[in-house]
């Protein structure tokens, strides 16, 4: 993970916190997409589970990785 990425993923946490009053914000990413995984996971959110048969791409469901963080973890 570079440092933009880190950065960039800490302010959009920080505005939909602040700003947008947000209390729960969530993401997703393609299990084997390791390096999006630890971007969630540097920006403090932590991994739910995974999301079976979750989308439809390309004629296959495809399972997701859900991540999340509170309004109080920050």
Known sequence: ?????????????????????LVRIEARCHPNNIGSAKVMEKSGMTFE???????????????????SIFKDNV
């Open 1 to 21: 993970m570079s440092l933009e990425e880190g950065v960039l993923s800490a302010d959009i946490i920080d505005f939909g916190i602040k700003e947008m009053d």
């Open 49 to 67: 589970g995974i999301l079976r048969k979750h989308l439809f791409v390309k004629d296959q469901h495809q399972d997701v990785k859900m991540y």
